[in-house]
């Protein structure tokens, strides 16, 4: 089966399909609605053959089954048809989960996302949970998010922000018993070190767990 993979990202939407090297994208932003995602998929992915899709959206995902509107895109998603307007078969997951089923390597792993926002995962007996920590509070009323995702970086700079990031992956690494913990998102690669059991992702991975999604076999 040949999968297109869709990685929604808050500042574009990155798509490749099976058997292709290249990936193709194009920007995204806080207007984005999911029927001009759609459109601008199938004019970016011209000339590719698929059968089936995979959605890393960026947002609370239950069964397939989106719960909120993205923060940092435009309205309209919860409650689309997915499959209706591609016209294929449709998985949708949270997109660091997706990230999260690509990077996997065995054992107890949390994904933790540096992005836009702050993505997360822990995957575990062979079980992929998406989760919502970034949201959770953190420190000086503010929550983990507020630290370590983009606007964290902007508001404390370069070098405060790679000591919450330290003390976060930490934290969360203690409190869900992680065996190792994967750091992936576009802002992964400003970190000066790593802490004990972290390693970088890599985005790449997301259109890997895109397509082991299709797969019939266990993680």
């Given at each position: 089966?040949?999968?297109?993979v869709?990685?929604?990202?808050?500042?574009?939407?990155?798509i490749?399909a099976?058997?292709?090297?290249?990936?193709?994208k194009?920007?995204?932003?806080p207007?984005?609605t999911?029927e001009?995602?759609?459109e601008?998929?199938?004019?970016a992915?011209?000339?590719?053959?698929?059968?089936?899709?995979s959605?890393?959206?960026p947002?609370?995902?239950n069964g397939?089954?989106?719960?909120?509107?993205?923060?940092?895109?435009?309205?309209?998603?919860?409650?689309?048809?997915?499959?209706?307007?591609?016209?294929?078969?449709?998985?949708?997951?949270n997109?660091?989960?997706?990230q999260?089923l690509?990077?996997y390597?065995g054992?107890?792993?949390?994904?933790?996302?540096?992005?836009?926002g702050?993505?997360s995962?822990?995957i575990?007996?062979?079980?992929i949970?998406?989760?919502?920590?970034?949201?959770?509070?953190?420190?000086?009323?503010?929550t983990?998010?507020?630290y370590v995702?983009?606007?964290?970086l902007?508001?404390?700079?370069?070098q405060k922000?790679?000591?919450?990031?330290?003390?976060?992956?930490?934290?969360?690494?203690?409190?869900?018993?992680?065996?190792y913990?994967?750091?992936?998102?576009?802002?992964?690669?400003?970190l000066?070190?790593?802490s004990d059991?972290?390693?970088?992702?890599?985005n790449?991975?997301?259109?890997i767990?895109?397509?082991r999604l299709?797969?019939?076999r266990?993680?």
């Open positions: 089966m040949k999968v297109l869709v990685d929604i990202g808050g500042t574009s939407v990155k490749l099976s058997g292709q090297r290249t990936v193709r194009f920007r995204s932003g207007e984005l999911a001009q995602m759609v601008g998929v199938v004019k992915a011209k000339g590719w053959r698929f059968d089936a899709v959605i890393g959206y947002g609370p995902v397939g089954t989106l719960l909120e509107e993205p923060k940092n895109l435009g309205a309209g998603w919860v409650g689309f048809d997915f499959e209706k307007a591609f016209g294929y078969p449709v998985k949708v997951l997109d660091a989960a997706m999260a690509g990077s390597e054992g107890r792993m949390l994904f933790l996302g540096l992005g836009t702050l993505g995962a822990l575990a007996d062979q079980v949970m998406p989760m919502e920590l970034a949201h959770l509070p953190y420190k000086k009323g503010r983990f998010e507020d995702g983009r606007r964290g902007e508001r404390i700079g370069k922000w790679r000591r919450a990031v330290d003390d976060v992956v930490s934290r969360l690494r203690a409190a869900l018993v992680a065996d913990v994967v750091l992936g998102g576009g802002n992964a690669r400003k000066a070190s790593l059991g972290a390693r970088l992702g890599d790449a991975h997301a259109f767990g895109g397509r299709w797969e019939e266990e993680i």
